[in-house]
Each structure stands twice: as C-alpha cells, then as structure tokens.
T-cell receptor, first 111, second 118 residues
C-alpha cells in the first residue's frame, strides 16, 4: 500500500463548479497534511495545511481532514480555468520532518 | 510564505560531466533541506534529506556516490549530479521546512532545476 494515495484523474469540471479532490494515507499517526498545486513545468506551491479533524477554509478552498478514516480532501468552489493543474496531497508522518506525496490528481476546469 | 531559490533554473550538459545545483533559503534558516526528482507526468520522489553539519540521508535506491549533497550552511544546500547520463535528465526540486519544529513544518519549494543530459 502506498503511503499517500490519490486518484490520478484526470478530473474535469466546468467553470464555476465545485472540484473535489481526495486523498488517503496509510500511517495512522500522521499529524500534518498539506495540499499543493503544481502547474506543468513548475514546482509545487502550497495551497493549504491542515492538522486537526474537520474543515479549514481559505477563500475558495476548503480542506477536510478525517483522521479516523485516514482521509483528507480539498474542495475548490467556483472553479476557474486558472485552477487547472495537478494537485498534490502531502503527509508528514509522526515525529518526522520529511514529506510524502501522493501521485497527484490532474484537474481541468473547462470554460 | 518563506522563499527558497534554486540555481540554475535549467542546465544542459554532455554525458559524463558533473552538474551542481544550489538551493538557498532566502529569508529563513534551514537545518534540513530536501531534494526531490520528478520525471514527466510522475509525482515527486524524495531523493535525500540534506542535514546541515552532517551527512545527507538518502532514500532507498538513490546512489549517494552519484548524487552528492553538501549542506554547507543554514541557508545553502547543493546537489551535484556526478558523471551525468541521459537517464538523469529530470526536474530537480529542493524544499525546506519553514521552522524548527519537527513534524508540522510547512515545506516551501524552490522553483526547480530542469536538467537535460545529452
């Protein structure tokens, strides 16, 4: 089992819709979770971090964490064509400092 | 957020030569930095953890004699690809955690270095 798993996609949504990206992780005691966005040919940029169960909202983005289910998600409201990118889920295992990435989900927002 | 720079942003070299890539944390100190490699349409793969003042820790399958890492100061780590071959052509990205507290620090990425070995 991979440490961090994501649906590779591609996920396609129309402009203005809600895009839902999902991620599961294997290390039950992981404590830190991140979503990064990566445009083609560029390095990842941080969207959000989440550490506690529940929802965390930042603008059009909402991260959701459920540690019991070992599940973290990212919702993008009012999706824009500029949101088209690969979204990487990342997890820091317990008492560690390196980050483990999922394979990424490619999102396309169609005008 | 914190700023991490990389140099060069791209490099083309002949097979058999060595290439050095620099990673700098510009507005914070980093006792640890990470080096990743990403092939086209694939995810980031952690290559090694660079530790200031001590030896780097390499991931399984990464040749430490081929990918030399030196963490010379609290703001600089270098990756040298020795005797590069075409299969080493990839996108190399470094990152650094923003703080000193293990386990929760956000990592900030450099812009990456695209290496092409002819």
């Amino acid at each position: 089992q991979k440490e961090v798993e994501q649906n590779s996609g591609p996920l396609s949504v129309p402009e203005g819709a809600i895009a839902s990206l999902n991620c599961t992780y294997s290390d039950r005691v992981s404590q830190s979770f991140f979503w990064y966005r990566q445009y083609s040919g560029k390095s990842p940029e941080l969207i959000m971090s989440i550490y506690s169960n529940g929802d965390k909202e930042d603008g059009r983005f909402t991260a959701q964490l459920n540690k019991a289910s070992q599940y973290v998600s990212l919702l993008i409201r009012d999706s824009q064509p500029s949101d088209s990118a690969t979204y990487l889920c990342a997890v820091i295992p317990y008492n560690n400092n390196d980050m483990r990435f999922g394979a990424g989900t490619r999102l396309t927002v169609k005008p | 957020g914190a700023v991490v720079s990389q140099h060069p942003s791209w490099v083309i070299c002949k097979s058999g030569t060595s290439v050095k890539i620099e990673c700098r944390s510009l507005d914070f100190q980093a006792t640890t930095m990470f080096w990743y490699r990403q092939f086209p349409k694939q995810s980031l793969m952690l290559m090694a953890t660079s530790n200031e003042g001590s030896k780097a820790t390499y991931e399984q399958g990464v040749e430490k004699d081929k990918f030399l890492i030196n963490h010379a100061s609290l703001t600089l780590s270098t990756l040298t690809v020795t005797s590069a071959h075409p299969e080493d052509s990839s996108f190399y990205i470094c990152s650094a955690p923003s703080g000193r507290r293990s386990g929760t620090d956000t990592q900030y990425f450099g812009p990456g270095t695209r290496l092409t070995v002819l």
